[in-house]
Nanobody, 125 residues
Framework: QAQLVESGGGLVQPGGSLRLSCVAS??????MGWFRQAPGKDREFVAA????????YYTDSVKGRFTISRDNAKNTLFLQMNSLNSEDTAVYYC????????????????????WGQGTQVTVSS
């Protein structure tokens, strides 16, 4: 069975950095991405990357601060998070889709058919 396992979360001070990892097993995926859910809020799209061409997509609030990447040889997804602030505090989930994805749906959680358990990111002084 396909599986996604996130790691790298933790407590960091405002302005600091964290790097999240998501190791996929069982199969490869056409598109992988990150979603997050802050306390009392709905889950929201953060970033995604396609396997073919490596096109990247970001939500506006993280552009210029976060960088999504993937190592296809290791079947691993990364999210480098810099200049973190309190609004970034959330549980971050790795998501993946096996089949090809329609670009207009890439920001929709319903487009992804595999999900990790989540890793907590807390930004606080």
């Amino acid at each position: 069975q396909a599986q996604l396992v996130e790691s790298g979360g933790g407590l960091v001070q405002p302005g600091g950095s964290l790097r999240l990892s998501c190791v996929a097993s069982g199969r490869t995926f056409s598109t992988m991405g990150w979603f997050r859910q802050a306390p009392g809020k709905d889950r929201e799209f953060v970033a995604a990357i396609k396997s073919i061409g490596g096109t990247k997509y970001y939500t506006d609030s993280v552009k210029g601060r976060f960088t999504i990447s993937r190592d296809n040889a290791k079947n691993t997804l990364f999210l480098q998070m810099n200049s973190l602030n309190s609004e970034d505090t959330a549980v971050y989930y790795c998501a993946a889709r096996g089949n090809s994805i329609i670009t207009s749906y890439i920001r929709e959680e319903s487009a992804y058919d595999h999900w990790g358990q989540g890793t907590q990111v807390t930004v606080s002084s």
